[in-house]
């Protein structure tokens, strides 16, 4: 089995690349949607991030605006909620390996790859990237979405230039669909004749 990694800063189109990924049959894992089932009502999560962040739950789940409010700007309030999240999304992953055990290829959409130290478990890393002013315009154009939550999310992340120098690939989204898409089957074909890049 080939592990691809793929990953990301906000914006950039990384969830269209991974669709692509998945259109050609390539199971694909999606950290942030592990996440959000597991904080949906019922989810496993949920006790633990109510103990955690009073308030920040419902009948709905986890409240992600009322979270983010006890997180945002707060590194120590969010690393508490990392050392709940990042152990169930954990299993998830093994659990996902082990329904595609089969799997010539599987890929797992992780937006901070990097930053947790997730490439150390991959063959081959895949940067999804585009201009600035696209990404910033992408962005911006989320409900919700102000400059300054975009600037504490992009400080957050790797910069897109320290990630596209660590990349195995690079896939860019300020093309044409049909241009990105091209360039995920190269990749593909790429990992299985054994060459990066």
Do not use: N, W
Not at 68 to 86: C, K, M, N, T
Not at 104 to 110: A, C, E, M, R
Not at 125 to 148: C, D, K, N, Y
Not at 158 to 166: L, N, V
């Amino acid at each position: 089995m080939i592990k691809l990694g793929l990953t990301g800063s906000i914006g950039m189109g990384k969830s269209t690349v991974a669709a692509m990924f998945a259109d050609t049959g390539v199971p694909v894992f999606d950290a942030d949607a592990a996440v959000r089932a597991l904080q949906r009502p019922g989810g496993a999560l949920v006790p633990a991030i109510e103990a955690a962040f009073p308030g920040s739950t419902g009948t709905d789940g986890v409240d992600r605006a009322r979270l983010g409010e006890h997180v945002f700007g707060d590194p120590v309030a969010l690393s508490r909620l990392e050392a709940i999240v990042h152990p169930a999304v954990a299993q998830e992953r093994t659990a996902f390996l082990a329904r595609h055990a089969d799997a010539p290829i599987v890929l797992f959409d992780i937006p901070l790859l990097f930053e947790t130290g997730g490439d150390r478990s991959i063959d081959y890393s895949i940067v999804v990237s585009a201009r600035a002013a696209m990404q910033a315009e992408r962005v911006l154009a989320r409900a919700g979405m102000t400059p300054t939550k975009f600037a504490d999310i992009l400080a957050r992340q790797m910069p897109d230039a320290d990630k596209r120098a660590r990349a195995d690939f690079l896939i860019a989204t300020d093309t044409s669909l049909a241009e990105t898409r091209h360039r995920v089957d190269a990749v593909i074909a790429c990992v299985r004749g054994g060459q990066a890049r």
